[in-house]
C-alpha cells in the first residue's frame, strides 16, 4: 500500500519535472532557479536571516528570504529551490518549516504521513539534479565518490546532495552516509540496499569515516572492509566503503556499496547478505 509520504513525494517529483520541461532544461548550464522563481511570481531578495538558509514568504507578493551568509554556491541554489518547491506544491505557510541551519540539503526522517520539508527537497533536488539528466550515467556508473564528485562539479552542488542524488536514482545496492564527531547524521539508502543505517550510530573503529575521529584524516580511496563495520549481519562478508571529509563542515560523507558477487553461503535474503535482527 502506497503511503501518504510516498504520494506526497511523487507528486513532489512530478513539479520538479513540469519545472524542468517548461524551462527548457536539457544540461546542467539550463538550471536558473532565480529565473524560475521570477517566472512564477516569486521575488528572491538576500539579507539576515536567523536559522534557515531561506524562508518562503506566501502572500500576494511572495517572497524567498535568501540568507546574506557565505556559503557554497549549491546551498544558495538548492536553498531557493526547496522554498520554491513549498510555493509550487502550495503547502500551508503555518507547515513551512525552515531548513537546517547548516545543511539545507539534510534529509529529513522517516515517516507515513505527507511531510512538506520531504515535498519542498524533492523538488528542490530534482530541480538542482534532474533525474532526466543524472539517471542513464548514474545506473550505469560503479558507485563512487568520484562520481558523485564529478556531478557535484558539473551541477555545482555540495558533494553530500550528490552523494544522497546518486543513491535516490541508483538501483544498485548503496547507501549515502553523512557522520560528524563519530556519530551518523543523516542515512540514505538505495531502494535496494538490505539495511538500515540509524542517525546517531556511532562509527565502528573498523570503518574508514572512523579514521577523521582517531586522527583528523580519511583514507579517501575506496575499500573493501567488513560489513559489519556498518551494518547488522553475521554473514563473513564485505562491502565497499569510499570516505571523504567535507572541510566546511568538519564531517565525513561516505557512500556505501555491495557488490553484486557478494553472496555468502547459506540463510541469504534475495540481495545476497545476511542481516542480524
Known sequence: MITDRELGIRLADDEAKKMNKRFGVRSA????????????????IEGKLDGARARLKVGPRPIIRVSDRPCHPGERSFSIAHELG???????????????????????????????????????????MPSELLAKTIETATPSLDVTHAIATEYAMPL??????????????????????????????????????????????ASLAYGYVHNGKVDD????????????TDAGVELVEHSAVVPETKGVITLLWIPEATAPPGGVDRRGITLRS
Open 160 to 205: 553530500q546532495a550528490t552523494t544522497i542524488r546518486f543513491a535516490e536514482l541508483t538501483s544498485k545496492r548503496c547507501a549515502a552516509i553523512y557522520s560528524e564527531v563519530g556519530k551518523v547524521v543523516w542515512a540514505v539508502s538505495s531502494k535496494t540496499f538490505p539495511a538500515n543505517v540509524p542517525r546517531g550510530k556511532r562509527l565502528d573503529p
Open 86 to 128: 513549498h510555493f509550487v506544491l502550495r503547502h500551508p505557510a503555518s507547515r513551512i518549516g525552515a531548513l537546517c541551519k547548516r545543511e539545507p540539503f539534510r534529509p529529513v526522517g522517516p515517516g507515513t504521513a505527507r511531510h512538506p520539508e520531504a515535498e519542498a527537497n524533492t523538488v528542490s533536488a530534482g530541480v538542482c
Open 221 to 232: 580511496r575506496a575499500r573493501s572492509i567488513a560489513a559489519d563495520a556498518w551494518i547488522a
Open 29 to 44: 548550464a539550463h538550471i536558473k532557479v532565480e529565473m524560475y522563481a521570477a517566472a512564477f511570481g516569486v521575488k528572491v
